[in-house]
């Protein structure tokens, strides 16, 4: 596609439930990131995939999270027991190599907000 | 661990103004830095991105300068206008991930 896409771009959900948050990445992207952004702070490193593989998952805040990308394009995000604390936009952006030198392209994020 | 800061949080400024935005850094040890901007409710959009073996990148009327040794970067916005209001970011990249400043917001009025 043209950019970067999210699904949804909103989502509310109550304490305790299981959400997916969808990431549609620029087409031949190889490389996706995850990032969550709270009010008012810069946005913070989750995951990182080059092709279908966790290159680098240091950012999870904890085993409640999980994020996947089975085929090497688009990547689901899992919250399991959602926290109030988790409450925030995620952020998906793509490259094309990912070696450190290309420019990562955001999506428009889906705000969570959990009741 | 790299840690990135952004001075002022905030910035108000009459239209027409020249004005610097601040970034600096603590790890030296980066790929590249970028400088994105956001407007309420929005993504982010890349502005300039600057590999660490330049000093500086221009855009229309931005321009972005790079001291890797001193950990600093600066954005240049000149002759601001209305439209320029919004929040900017820095990143720089360590590898893996894009580790950001605090942004600054910066209102521009008519």
């Known amino acids: 596609g043209a950019g970067v896409s999210q699904t949804p771009s909103n989502k509310v959900t109550e304490k305790g439930k299981y959400v997916e948050l969808r990431c549609d990445p620029i087409?031949?992207?190889?490389?996706l990131y995850w990032y969550r952004q709270s009010l008012g702070q810069g946005p913070e490193f989750l995951i990182y995939?080059?092709?279908?593989?966790?290159?680098?998952d240091s950012g999870l805040p904890n085993d409640r999270f999980f994020a996947v990308r089975p085929e090497g394009s688009v990547s689901t995000l899992k919250i399991q027991r959602t926290e109030r604390g988790d409450s925030a936009v995620y952020l998906c952006?793509?490259?094309?190599?990912?070696?450190?030198?290309?420019?990562?392209?955001f999506g428009p994020g889906t705000r969570l907000t959990v009741l | 661990k790299q840690e990135v800061t952004q001075i002022p949080a905030a910035l108000s400024v009459p239209e027409g103004e020249n004005l610097v935005l601040n970034c600096s850094f603590t790890d030296s040890a980066i790929y590249n830095l970028q400088w994105f901007r956001q407007d309420p409710g929005k993504g982010l959009t890349s502005l300039l991105l600057i590999q660490s073996s330049q000093r500086e990148q221009t855009s229309g009327r931005l321009n972005a300068s790079l001291d890797k040794s001193s950990g600093r970067s600066t954005l240049y916005i000149a002759a601001s206008q209305p439209g320029d209001s919004a929040t900017y970011l820095c990143a720089v990249e360590d590898g893996n991930m894009l580790t950001f400043g605090g942004g600054t917001r910066l209102m521009v009025k008519p």
């Open positions: 995939f080059q092709g279908t593989g966790a290159a680098d």
């Open positions: 952006a793509s490259s094309l190599i990912g070696t450190g030198t290309d420019t990562q392209y």
């Open positions: 087409s031949g992207h190889t490389a």
